[in-house]
């Protein structure tokens, strides 16, 4: 991928959203038919239907190519800050889909738990549940490599939804040696234990995802940067008021500066462009500077 490590570049971010919407396509395509194709060929009502089901995960997917795609779309008159927060958007909507998956789990593993459904062993199914549980992994671990690459918590959304998918399939296959070894039960512990792990993990993408859509504040770090070059300009005084817009990787900087009120306004208009000059060229993004006259009481 050309220029790849310009994360920050909207066209290169997009690639990378691509790259593991496609694999992911390509990838549930396949396993779905390998399950369609086995299940069919061994009469197997409850491989067939995980084929189905895996086919379904396809719709994930199509959310994120289609969200990365939109992110990149330049400011218009109705959204003059661009697009950026479509990446936040879907990483709630794949984190409400984990929520509900994490019920569903927890429902059918209880229901297991206390009323064991007779299972028959089958080595078909083992191999093909065990293969599906392994590609699933692999596939978390491509969109989680891809994910922290960019820091998108879409594609980190989208790799643990394919982990819980490796752990539907693992319990299949652990389901089959419980009875092996007389313990079907084993299959309702382990899936209620999975499905807290998937709801807790929803709840925390969708809680990051909730607060990114509702403007959450700037990180320490970054406001000390901003405030550190600004008072590297000779005659500011003071900063304070400080306001970072994030939409996205695209951010919007504001802050007001203080210098000494006996200035003409051409002096001070100089100065504020000074700093923002300073600060765009420290964080990459543009800045707003606002002009106060220094009294003692200013930040």
């Known amino acids: 991928m050309h220029n790849h490590l310009e994360i920050a570049n909207p066209q290169v971010r997009q690639k990378y959203g691509q790259l593991e919407g496609c694999v992911s396509i390509v990838g549930n395509v396949a396993l779905s038919l390998i399950k369609l194709i086995c299940g069919l060929a061994i009469n197997s009502v409850s ?137 079907p039960q084993i299959d309702g512990l382990l899936g209620m234990a999975v499905a807290f792990l998937i709801a807790a993990t929803g709840y925390q ?9 509702l403007g959450k504040g700037p990180s320490e770090d970054l406001v000390e940067t901003i405030r550190r070059h600004a008072l590297q300009v000779k005659g500011v005084k003071g900063v304070h008021d400080i306001e970072v817009h994030a939409y996205g990787e695209a951010k919007y900087i504001s802050a007001h500066i203080c210098v000494d009120p006996a200035l003409d306004v051409a002096t001070a208009h100089d100065i504020s462009d000074q700093v923002a000059a300073k600060i765009e060229t420290a964080v990459s993004a543009p800045v707003l500077i606002h002009v106060d006259p220094w009294q003692r009481k200013s930040v």
């Open 47 to 183: 491989l067939i239907a995980d084929a189905f089901h895996t086919l379904t995960d396809v719709i994930t997917s199509v959310i994120i190519i289609i969200s990365f795609r939109l992110a990149q779309k330049p400011g218009d008159q109705e959204h003059p800050f661009g697009y950026g927060r479509m990446e936040a958007i879907a990483t709630l909507i794949i984190a409400v889909l984990l929520v509900v998956v994490s019920v569903e789990f927890f429902q059918s593993s209880i229901k297991r738990l206390i009323q064991p459904v007779p299972i028959r062993y089958d080595y078909y199914i083992f191999a093909v549940m065990i293969f599906s549980a392994a590609f699933k992994e692999w596939m978390y671990r491509f969109a989680k490599e891809l994910g922290e690459r960019i820091d998108s918590p879409a594609l980190l959304a989208d790799a643990w939804h394919h982990r819980t998918d490796a752990a539907a399939s693992l319990g299949v296959g652990v389901g089959l040696l419980g009875v092996l070894i007389g313990f």
């Open 205 to 213: 993408l969708g809680k990051d995802a909730a607060n990114e859509l």
